[in-house]
């Protein structure tokens, strides 16, 4: 495979996979997930369960909701995502996303996924959030 194709096929991997997490869908997330994997945020990192990380989205999601003082207003917005292959079988994965609530209460979320892409979906081994949510 050449270079171009590789980066390609990067590019197709890492905008498959943050599409299918930016449903939201425990469903369409869980087959790409590893049965364990890291998860961190700014003020610690642990390893957890596929089922507990899904359960503790779901519970984030319902949270924020009740953070905003108007929940239907209350959206994210994926605005950029980059890559980086690291070697053969692991691409780094950076998604950005807007949250907007509230007129002024706008937050930029960064988040890091490493991917095993020798699975079929490329499965994430590690999700790292830049920040800690004010929730």
Excluded: K, N
Aim: aromatic share 4%; with cysteine.
């Amino acid at each position: 495979m050449s270079s171009h194709e590789h980066d390609t096929e990067s590019a197709r991997i890492a905008a498959d996979f943050v599409a299918a997490w930016d449903t939201g869908s425990p469903a369409i997330i869980a087959d790409r997930l590893a049965e364990r994997l890291l998860v961190g945020d700014a003020d610690h990192t642990t390893t957890v369960g596929r089922d507990d990380l899904l359960t503790g989205m779901s519970r984030r999601a319902e949270a924020l909701g009740a953070a905003s003082p108007d929940a239907a207003a209350l959206s994210a917005t994926l605005v950029a995502t980059e890559h980086s292959a690291l070697g053969p079988s692991r691409l780094l994965v950076t998604a950005t996303w807007r949250l907007a609530g509230a007129p002024g209460r706008e937050l930029t979320l960064l988040s890091d996924f490493l991917l095993d892409v020798t699975t079929t979906p490329a499965t994430c081994v590690a999700y790292l959030a830049r920040q800690t949510l004010p929730v």
